[in-house]
């Protein structure tokens, strides 16, 4: 079993920053493919990022692509999610989802992740 929590949501500007944390225990972390998902109101959950066990591969969506960056920390047992010039349109609840070894579907649908953290609310307005 995998517990996830993210931290690190809240409220920005356009054009701000912010750092999202995805905590993972009850597994050797090494061992996890890691993605971000983000569900804005009245609309689908969508992918944002993923990244590979070991660190090696990263896949962004295209509307993130040059302002997001996703990193792990296997020491530490986390995933960040450093966000950039963010838009009114990247506000949504951000979850941390998760899966053992590899994934067993495409990278950027729910289906492969087996695991999900509970989200975490960010807000970019003036």
């Known amino acids: 079993q995998v517990q996830l929590v993210e931290s690190g949501g809240g409220l920005v500007q356009p054009g701000g920053s912010l750092r999202l944390s995805c905590a993972a225990s009850g597994r050797t972390f090494s061992t996890l493919v890691v993605g971000w998902f983000r569900q804005a109101p009245g609309k689908e959950r969508e992918f944002v990022t993923t990244?590979?066990?070991?660190?090696?591969?990263?896949y962004y969506a295209d509307s993130v692509k040059g302002r997001f960056t996703i990193s792990r920390d296997n020491t530490k047992g986390t995933v960040y999610l450093q966000m950039n010039s963010l838009k009114p349109e990247d506000t949504a609840v951000y979850y941390c989802a998760a899966t053992i070894g590899v994934l067993r579907g495409p990278y950027y649908s729910t289906a492969p992740y087996d695991y999900w953290g509970q989200g975490t609310q960010v807000t970019v307005s003036s």
């Open positions: 990244i590979t066990a070991r660190g090696g591969n990263t």
